[in-house]
């Protein structure tokens, strides 16, 4: 290096910096940005018809947390999906990971068979479901009525509705648990369990007392990782109910969107979602804590 | 299972025991190995030897290829290793890291639902035994390596199994801490005698721990025995150069007649062979074999008959302190001479007699390797 005219930043630091501008620069447009757009509508009577966008502090929050629809629908909508969807795909995800830990014939065309949901998009998805459930051409219904059970409205009324999204949402991620578990099983050291083999354990005791604890932190980024992401599901109830029967399916991220888009009141829309914002990084936090203390443990 | 007091005679039969991984590689060949009810036997070959194979397929880990494997009565060729009841210490102690050093002793008793009354008092024998009451309540993770070996140790004992296994147990231990958990272990055995395996790469373990050494290479077993035999009396060239410290010598030479005597000579050594041994090679008259020499049993300087000694000059000079091992060169061979008394004045470069007892020599063929006279 020579001392005269030397730049700011040395040569290799000048191409990194060059090198992530693009991704910084993306970034700022698409993120930090329109949160800064949505942040300031949010305290602004922001609409089509008033070009005024008259600063109205914090009225909109105001309306939105005392919507009783907000309150008593779509929050606790929200949460009972997260916790369901959340739940069931571990479950399954953790019981498929386990038989494919094991050799078996035709253990590569399953694991690829299984993959199959991670690819498609979930828009897709819920296309192919909101087919299947229909009542009057689904073949749910004519599985059903072939066995001679009545078909039932599926997306007509509230709770089997709620059931398919839930549904369509844990065979969308099932897959993903599935692989991440898979890996960290295949990390776990193998002696404690030929241990545990010679000292006569039983399967269930081996899963209760070494394989979940051992997993233990595997799992809990994968709820952590999901749960905050279930928090913002969108597209697979917008396609299979819309927020039917009725707003009584509707998620947080839908109400958010049918305030700014539908009725294009920019502003409390805006407000609803830096409330879910701001729920979603208070409930992340707290899982996090929590998880990262269970599975210190 | 825990309360009978009597167990019946836990003697290990291995017959003709075969493992093969795929198609190409035979890791185990045709093992026989009785192992005596309380017998304490020291597995011991070079890595990828076959040692652990033997041990897992004893513990019913691994499954057998073709043979059959008893303990005591049983045939146990297709129980399941809980229906063996053996107990296992891995080289990397294999504890479970999320439970308490007492829940990691209490697990294999309560897999059989002992009262926990009883597992405390099984546990507290161990803790006693192996000085562990005041780590029961920590976690695997905030223990040294010898403590952890300790308590893996010690979740054998409470279940009080027919048979001991134990896979290269003290690898992952410093040199300090090995000699420690040796004598640890061996006093184990005097207090609770219990036929036992044990794998190891080290043949010092394998001899100052093993009732009876057995040495292994590529899959076969090259011999059994007691310490002493299979020090004194090595069946061919592999096990000879395996088991002491150093490693014994070996020199190429003729067999040749002088007079009455018979000598093995080589271009840089002449050495009378006594007449047990003579007989013995009478068949080799006028034949190469190779001459094995232990380093400890090679003296500096030539007192007794010149036909008892042959010139070395010396290249390495290692003070130990409580005796020197030198390097020297005889011919073009390389010969190592180990309790050299540390007093003596001898320096790299210097010319000197090695004297041996002629009933010291081991006499190997060449081809086969094994042993003419052992
Ligand atoms: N699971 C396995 N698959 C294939 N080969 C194996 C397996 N386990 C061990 N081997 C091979 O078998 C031979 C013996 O292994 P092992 O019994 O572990 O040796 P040691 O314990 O004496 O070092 C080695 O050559 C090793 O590579
Ligand atoms: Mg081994």
């Given at each position: ?6 730049p ?61 629809e ?12 997260m ?17 494919l ?25 819920a ?7 229909n009542?009057q ?8 009525e ?29 897959p ?21 083999a010679?000292d ?76 879910g ?21 | 299972?825990?309360?009978s ?27 026989d ?22 041990l ?5 880990l ?7 494997i008893?303990?005591?009565?049983r ?52 803790a ?116 002491g ?13 002088e ?61 130990l ?11 073009d061979?390389?010969?190592?001479v ?37």
């Open positions: 290096m020579t001392g005269a005219g030397r700011l930043f040395g040569e290799q630091t000048r191409f990194m910096l060059l090198l992530i501008t693009p991704a910084a620069l993306l970034l700022t447009l698409f993120q930090v940005v329109p949160i800064a757009i949505g942040a300031n509508a949010s305290f602004r009577d922001w609409a089509l018809y008033n070009p005024k966008k008259t600063w109205v502090g914090l009225h909109h929050y105001e309306a939105v947390l005392s919507d009783p907000f309150l008593w629908v779509v929050l606790p909508n929200t949460f009972i999906f916790i369901l969807s959340v739940a069931g795909a571990l479950v399954l995800g953790l019981a498929l990971a386990l038989l830990n094991r050799p078996f014939a035709g253990q590569k065309i399953v694991q690829t068979v299984l993959l199959v949901p991670l690819m498609v998009a979930p828009v897709i998805a296309i192919m479901m909101r087919w299947m459930f009542d051409f689904g073949i749910v219904n004519a599985v059903l072939g066995l001679g059970l009545d078909g039932q409205p599926w997306l007509v009324e509230r709770w089997t509705a709620f059931g398919v999204i839930v549904m369509t949402d844990i065979w969308l991620w099932t993903w648990y599935t692989l991440l578990l898979l890996a960290g099983l295949q990390s776990l050291p193998r002696e404690p369990f030929e241990a545990a010679i006569g354990t039983s399967t269930w005791r081996v899963f209760t007392h070494l394989t979940l604890p051992m997993l233990r932190s595997v799992i809990v980024v994968c709820v952590v990782i999901r749960a905050i992401d279930a928090f913002r599901t969108f597209d697979i109830v917008w396609t299979l109910t819309g927020g039917g029967p009725g707003r009584s399916t509707e998620l947080f991220s839908l109400y958010a969107y049918v305030l700014a888009f539908l009725t294009l009141d920019f502003g409390r829309g805006s407000a609803a979602a830096i409330i914002g701001l729920i979603i990084l208070v409930v992340g936090a707290v899982l996090y804590r929590v998880v990262d203390r269970i599975a210190r443990v | 299972m825990m309360t007091t009597t167990k019946f005679m836990a003697s290990i039969v291995l017959s003709k025991l075969n493992k093969h991984y795929g198609s190409l590689h035979h890791a185990v060949k045709d093992v190995l009785t192992i005596a009810d309380k017998e304490f036997v020291a597995l011991v070959g070079p890595s990828g030897c076959g040692k652990s194979t033997t897992r397929m004893i513990a019913g691994e499954d057998i290829s073709s043979g059959e008893r303990i005591g009565d045939v146990v060729n297709n129980l399941p290793p809980r229906d063996r009841d053996v107990a296992m210490v891995f080289q990397n102690y294999a504890l479970y890291q999320h439970m308490s050093v007492y829940d990691n002793l209490a697990f294999g008793l309560r897999n059989k639902k002992v009262p926990e009354s009883e597992i405390k008092a099984a546990i507290d024998r161990a006693e035994m192996l000085g562990l009451h005041e780590l029961l309540k920590r976690r695997p993770r905030q223990l040294s390596g010898g403590q952890q070996q300790r308590v893996a140790l010690g979740r054998c004992i409470v279940r009080n199994p027919l048979v001991f296994l134990f896979d290269e147990p003290l690898s992952n231990l410093d040199a300090k801490l090995r000699a420690q958990m040796r004598i640890e272990i061996k006093r184990l055995h005097s207090q609770m005698p219990t036929t036992s395996v044990f794998v190891t790469h080290d043949q010092v373990e394998a001899m100052t721990l093993g009732d009876r050494v057995v040495i292994m290479r590529d899959g076969e077993v090259q011999q059994a025995g007691t310490p002493l035999s299979v020090y004194g009396h090595p069946v061919n060239r592999f096990v000879a150069g395996f088991i410290a150093p490693a014994m010598n070996f020199l190429d030479v003729t067999i040749r007649k007079g009455d005597t018979r000598v093995a000579q080589s271009a840089a050594v002449k050495l009378a062979i006594n007449e047990a041994s003579a007989r013995a090679l009478e068949a080799w008259q006028g034949r190469p074999v190779i001459m094995g020499l232990r380093p400890e049993h090679l003296a500096l300087g030539s007192d007794g008959p010149v036909s008892r000694s042959f010139p070395a000059k010396v290249e390495v000079v290692e003070q302190g409580s005796e020197i091992l030198l390097e020297t060169r005889v011919g061979a390389r010969v190592t180990a309790r050299v008394p540390p007093e003596t004045q001898v320096a790299a470069g210097d010319q000197v007699r090695l004297s041996v007892q002629p009933g010291r020599l081991h006499f190997f063929d060449p081809k086969t390797e094994t042993a003419i006279v052992a």
